[in-house]
């Protein structure tokens, strides 16, 4: 009703083209990024960040200087359960952690919903 799209036609590519919407999964991890970012640049909420550590602060890179300190990653705690891989004290930096460097380093929110909306419907 709303994109003049016929009965039987699919939804997906409305969804894509017209409405510009990621799935749940992309979605969830876009916000995750977004929240993660905000925690990295000091303006996110106060119980959040101290959570998002990168790895240039932590006390490895002291001692030597890895490339992912170089990358601006983050520091991945360590976890027993799959409800902790699940918690954003977790998922924020493994999300962050494979996004493209040329996204961590110049953060554009357009470029990360590009980056997403290309991973979701598979667009080279």
């Not at 240039?56 to 891989?85: E, K, Y």
């Amino acid at each position: 009703m709303v994109v003049s799209a016929g009965k039987f036609d699919h939804v997906n590519s409305v969804l894509r083209d017209v409405l510009h919407w990621l799935p749940v999964p992309q979605r969830i991890q876009f916000k995750v990024v977004l929240i993660a970012f905000d925690c990295v640049r000091d303006s996110g909420p106060a119980y959040l960040k101290d959570i998002c550590i990168p790895v240039a602060d932590n006390d490895i890179s002291i001692r030597s200087n890895p490339r992912s300190a170089q990358h601006g990653d983050m520091v991945v705690p360590r976890t027993r359960t799959q409800l902790g891989r699940c918690s954003f004290h977790v998922a924020a930096p493994v999300v962050w952690n494979a996004l493209p460097v040329y996204l961590c380093s110049t953060f554009i929110r357009a470029g990360l919903k590009t980056y997403f909306l290309s991973q979701a419907y598979y667009i080279l």
